[in-house]
């Protein structure tokens, strides 16, 4: 779960400018940081969460549901595939979360 850390506008340009499973207002917001030239600010940085940046928490997964997750590779997590039932427990159950992270690790 990318809950903390940064993400380069190289990474998720494609999305924010040409993806459809994403929130609106959130691409928009996005796109003020992360021209759509190549090498144009290629290198800003962005949060992976947005709301709790250097937190370890589940609002990732609310992200997610909220279709505001930053990274292609994060928000197929929640699109109507066998694990959407999965984030929306990790989103409402920060215990359950946790203890499945420390199991895995």
């Not at 549901?65 to 959407?84: E, Y």
Request: aromatic share 10%; net charge negative.
């Amino acid at each position: 779960a990318h809950t903390i850390g940064q993400a380069r506008c190289a990474t998720f340009k494609e999305r924010i400018y040409d993806g459809s499973n994403i929130d609106a207002g959130f691409a928009r917001m996005r796109r003020g940081h992360c021209p759509e030239e190549d090498g144009d600010g290629d290198s800003n940085l962005a949060p992976l969460d947005l709301v709790t940046p250097t937190s370890f928490d589940q609002n990732y997964f609310k992200n997610l549901i909220q279709r505001k997750g930053l990274l292609d590779s994060d928000q197929v997590l929640f699109g109507g595939g066998s694990t959407d039932p999965l984030v929306v427990a990790y989103s409402k159950n920060r215990a359950l979360f946790y203890a499945d992270f420390a199991a895995a690790m």
